[in-house]
Nanobody
């Protein structure tokens, strides 16, 4: 089992920035973020593969969000810039079990997920 604990959510105005952090109880090669926005299904945001640093992003956040993994700290960060009201939602840190594919398209089905942190962007 892997426990994931998120932090860093909050409220900002449109155009602002936030940084989310997630600590995992033990190392996983792949980590990422999904979000639940009001009135929509849970969607993938970004994933990172620590083996080669490859990062995959949802089209809606490309160029604005940056994901990175700190292997020494078992932490994944999500830098969110130029935030928009439609980015509002609960953001969940997630990680796969061995055998699950490490990319944004597969993230919704990853086995491990944290409790979530709220991000609110006002216009």
């Amino acid at each position: 089992q892997v426990q994931l604990v998120e932090s860093g959510g909050g409220s900002v105005q449109a155009g602002g920035s936030l940084r989310l952090s997630c600590v995992e109880s033990k190392y996983t090669q792949c980590m990422g973020w999904v979000r639940q926005t009001p009135g929509k299904e849970r969607e993938a945001v970004a994933a990172v593969d620590d083996s080669d640093g490859y990062a995959d992003y949802a089209n809606s956040v490309k160029g604005r969000f940056h994901i990175s993994k700190d292997r020494a700290k078992n932490t994944v960060l999500l830098e969110m810039n130029n935030l928009k009201p439609e980015d509002t939602g609960v953001y969940y840190c997630t990680a796969p079990v061995r055998g699950q594919v490490c990319d944004a398209g597969s993230m919704i089905n990853w086995a491990y997920r944290g409790q979530g942190t709220q991000v609110t962007v006002s216009s």
